[in-house]
């Protein structure tokens, strides 16, 4: 019985399902280490692509371009940034992280900054996501919170942050090719 096609398979296999379950049980053990959610790890690491892509190209556009605006009434390059950068605080704020001192979400997009400022104030303002998801577990993210009159969940609350970034880093896309400049990760 020990030569069948079947005891074959199975014990060739069996390298297969140790390595397997291994792998599993690390692959849990890097979420928990991580806050304790796989897909809150997952999320970071799409919400870093999007965020270093909008760093990179608010880099590629020259400063002259950056009080630019399609029209009237609508953000310019650096409002955009700065938009994204009290984005993050706001969301940050609601999933219960303390926006540092002297920062307010709302007006961060009038501020009066150089290019490089901008810059800055989106690459900290990531860096406070960062910080605020990575010491979140799993049960902090199950909580219920008020998001404009509706109970979602904190990791509904990251969720729609990663949507807001992505939909502002496809702003400044709009915008660069509007005057001329090709994305530095698509030329």
């Known amino acids: 019985m020990g030569n069948t096609p079947f005891f074959q398979l199975k014990t060739a296999l069996f390298p297969v399902i140790v390595l ?12 928990q280490e991580q806050g304790g959610d796989a897909v809150l790890s997952d999320f970071l690491n799409v919400y870093n692509t999007s965020t270093g892509k909008a760093a990179d190209l608010a880099g590629a556009i020259p400063e002259e371009t950056y009080n630019w605006r399609p029209a009237e009434g609508i953000r310019s390059v650096k409002e955009s940034v700065l938009h994204m950068a009290g984005g993050n605080y706001f969301f940050g704020s609601m999933i219960g992280a303390e926006i540092p001192e002297g920062i307010d979400p709302r007006s961060l997009e009038q501020a009066d900054m150089t290019k490089e400022e901008a810059i800055a104030a989106l690459e900290a303002s990531v860096q406070y996501i960062r910080d605020a998801l990575g010491s979140m577990s799993a049960e902090e993210l199950d909580a219920k ?15 729609t942050l ?7 880093l496809g702003q400044l896309i709009a915008y660069a090719r509007m005057n001329g400049i090709a994305p530095p990760w698509s030329q």
């Not at 397997?20 to 979420?31: E, H, N, P, Q, R």
């Not at 998001?147 to 904190?154: A, D, L, M, V």
């Not at 990663?162 to 502002?168: F, I, K, S, V, Y």
Request: hydrophobic share 40%; net charge negative.
């Open 145 to 159: 919170i008020d998001f404009f009159g509706n109970e979602i969940t904190k990791r509904q609350a990251v969720f």
């Open 162 to 168: 990663g949507d807001h970034c992505a939909e502002h």
């Open 20 to 31: 397997t379950i291994l792998f599993l049980s690390y692959s849990s053990t890097s979420a």
